[in-house]
């Protein structure tokens, strides 16, 4: 039974409801799609009818990948800078000091007596003197000249 008045329950009999007073909501609408058909022409079609799309493929990296490996080349290189560092290295100090060895005794003396004059001369000697003359007038107006 019914929870409604008495006068309204011959409405509420649960049959089947007329046809022609059907109301179709917009929501409850299966909405129509285009798809191509076998000859590639797009023809209109229920959503729930159409065929099932495959999920995109991700986008694939194309760039060419390196022959070696980057770090392999890496490696390699900071080995090969680092000998060939070592190796002009090596070969300046040795003509440093085949130049040295050849240096006599006076040879070093005068040399070394030269740099000390060097230095003595290119330092300049600068006398700084400064004069300050206050002058007192009247009434507290003082003035001052440096000269």
Do not use: C
């Not at 109301?23 to 191509?36: C, K, N, S, T």
């Not at 070969?91 to 003396?109: D, F, K, L, N, P």
């Amino acid at each position: 039974m019914s929870a409604l008045p008495e006068r309204y329950q011959r409405y509420a009999h649960p049959g089947p409801r007329p046809v022609h007073g059907e109301v179709e909501l917009q929501a409850e609408r299966d909405p129509i799609v285009w798809v191509p058909d076998a000859y590639g022409e797009m023809v209109p079609m229920l959503r729930s009818h159409a065929p099932v799309l495959p999920d995109a493929t991700p986008p694939r990296d194309l760039a060419p990948q390196p022959v070696f490996d980057p770090l392999a080349q890496r490696l390699v290189g900071a080995g090969v800078g680092a000998g060939a560092a070592g190796a002009g290295l090596g070969w300046g100090i040795g003509q440093a000091a085949a130049g040295v060895a050849t240096i006599g005794g006076s040879t070093a003396v005068v040399a070394m007596l030269a740099l000390w004059l060097l230095a003595r001369a290119s330092r300049p000697s600068v006398h700084v003197r400064q004069e300050v003359h206050n002058h007192a007038r009247w009434f507290g107006k003082n003035t001052t000249n440096l000269g």
